[in-house]
């Protein structure tokens, strides 16, 4: 047997085979390509559409402006308090000896409070 035939006849069956199955899936690349862009023409008209049909009222405008600034309102709100709570002075989180009671004079001993 010749062997430089043999792997001829090898690499040009493979050839074929390889060229076959890059046709095949160039073919299948290009329909679905095609059938992609055709959906997505479809779906662009159908929001052109709705869009047409739901032209937003004075009164639906205005609703959502309302909600809108009720929300922004929330917020600042929210980061105020965020804030307030970031700057609470530390010394807060501490009782001080002018903060003792009588009790606490009376040698019951420091508040519960204290840091040791």
Same mark, same amino acid.
């Given at each position: ?10 690499? !040009?069956?493979?050839?074929? =085979?390889? +060229?076959?199955? *890059?046709? $095949? ?5 290009? #329909?679905? %390509? ?28 205005? !609703?959502?402006?309302?909600? =809108?600034? +009720?929300?922004? *309102?929330? $917020? ?5 308090? #965020?804030? %307030? ?32």
């Amino acid at each position: 047997m010749n062997y430089s035939a043999e792997m001829d006849r090898i690499i !040009a069956e493979y050839t074929a =085979a390889s +060229r076959t199955v *890059l046709n $095949r899936f160039l073919d299948a690349d290009e #329909r679905t %390509a095609r059938g992609g862009a055709e959906v997505f023409d479809d779906v662009r008209q159908e929001l052109i559409r709705h869009e047409q049909q739901h032209q937003e009222t004075p009164e639906e405008r205005a !609703a959502d402006e309302a909600c =809108a600034e +009720r929300d922004r *309102l929330l $917020r600042e709100a929210a980061d105020r308090a #965020r804030a %307030a709570a970031d700057h609470k002075n530390s010394r807060d989180n501490y009782v001080l000896p002018t903060d003792w009671t009588d009790e606490d004079e009376e040698g019951y001993g420091p508040p519960k409070s204290w840091l040791v």
